[in-house]
């Protein structure tokens, strides 16, 4: 089992900057990539970016290439995602994942922050 805890989200101005935190606790030592997915209202939930465990290979969907950063800090159990230009349309729900590959999948998700992106 783990647990991811998000914290950071908020009201910020599109063109600005805001940073996501997740903590993490539990079995994450097992636990082979994390990332951020994000939700709005009415659509699906979709990834934004996602870092391996142990070398730390990056992931981004391409519209938020170049803007998000997404970084880790093991000895902090803490993943984070920079977000710079933020746009109004990615007002939604940002969700950790942690992600266990394996002959089965599991997926481990926090309970979200709210992004709302002003313009």
């Known amino acids: 089992q783990v647990q991811l805890v998000e914290s950071g989200g908020g009201l910020v101005q599109a063109g600005g900057s805001l940073r996501l935190s997740c903590v993490a606790s539990?079995?994450?030592?097992?636990?082979?990539?994390m990332g951020w997915y994000r939700q709005a209202p009415r659509k699906q939930r979709e990834l934004v970016a996602t870092i391996t465990a142990r070398v730390g290979i990056t992931n981004y969907a391409d519209s938020v290439k170049g803007r998000f950063t997404i970084s880790r800090d093991n000895a902090k159990n803490t993943v984070y995602l920079q977000m710079n230009s933020p746009e109004p349309e990615e007002t939604a729900v940002y969700y950790c994942?942690?992600?266990?590959?394996?002959?089965?999948?599991?997926?481990?998700w926090g309970q979200g922050t709210q992004v709302t992106v002003s313009s």
């Open positions: 539990g079995d994450i030592f097992s636990m082979n990539a």
């Open positions: 994942n942690a992600r266990k590959n394996g002959l089965k999948r599991y997926d481990y």
